[in-house]
């Protein structure tokens, strides 16, 4: 089972852009989909962006080609470069890790990082 630390979150103005990194310690990061959420009180949790562990990628239709995902199983990293930012991308994003298991999916979650966008 593999454990996950956010980290690249922070405050950006309007139009700019931040990579956030979710990196994994233990083992087999490679067979796990990697998906990155968002989370606001008004909004709740929503998906953003998942990498399969065939490196297929998917995108909430909000991203509209301003994020990009991507994974290192090398070095047992996942990545969020989101470029564009807008006020309403404001929010906790966590990385999610999942496989199926013996008796469903195994999910793991991290922390969260806290990114703002304001200028």
């Known amino acids: 089972q593999v454990q996950l630390v956010e980290s690249g979150g922070g405050l950006v103005q309007p139009g700019g852009s931040l990579t956030l990194s979710c990196t994994a310690s233990g083992s087999a990061f490679s067979t796990y989909s990697i998906n990155w959420y968002r989370q606001t009180p008004g909004k709740g949790r929503e998906p953003v962006a998942r990498?399969?562990?065939?490196?297929?990628?998917t995108y909430a239709d909000f991203v509209d080609d301003r994020f990009t995902i991507s994974r290192d199983n090398a070095n047992n990293m996942a990545s969020l470069q989101m470029n564009l930012l807008i006020p309403e991308d404001t929010a906790l994003y966590l990385c999610?890790?999942?496989?199926?298991?013996?008796?469903?999916?195994?999910?793991?979650w991290g922390q969260g990082t806290q990114v703002t966008v304001s200028s």
């Open positions: 990498i399969s562990t065939g490196d297929r990628t």
């Open positions: 999610n890790a999942n496989r199926p298991a013996a008796h469903g999916v195994e999910s793991i």
